[in-house]
């Protein structure tokens, strides 16, 4: 039956934690009357609940804010004969 199912949960662990991070994390539990583990639990869970910005691409970016400056007409120089390779023998 479904009501006997119980709900897969996973555990982790965090080492090399900052002390100052910890400390932060303490204090801001006790001030919403949580564990640290419940706290940082619900960290988590809002951290991931909100959508990822998606980010364009960078040449996109930057034409979106230039191009209502107005663009630059370049004159090219003209392109010459290819080289020879040198020759190294």
Not at 11 to 33: F, M, P
Not at 42 to 52: F, G, S, V, W, Y
């Amino acid at each position: 039956m479904i009501s006997e199912m119980r709900r897969l949960v996973a555990s982790i662990t965090i080492r090399n934690l900052d002390e100052t991070v910890k400390r932060k994390l303490r204090l801001r539990a006790a001030q919403r009357n949580r564990s640290m583990e419940d706290e940082a639990r619900d960290i988590l869970r809002t951290a991931l609940a909100q959508e990822p910005t998606q980010h364009g691409n960078l040449a996109d970016a930057i034409r979106r804010r230039i191009e209502p400056l107005g663009g630059v007409d370049l004159t090219l120089p003209a392109r010459g004969p290819m080289r020879d390779p040198p020759d190294f023998a």
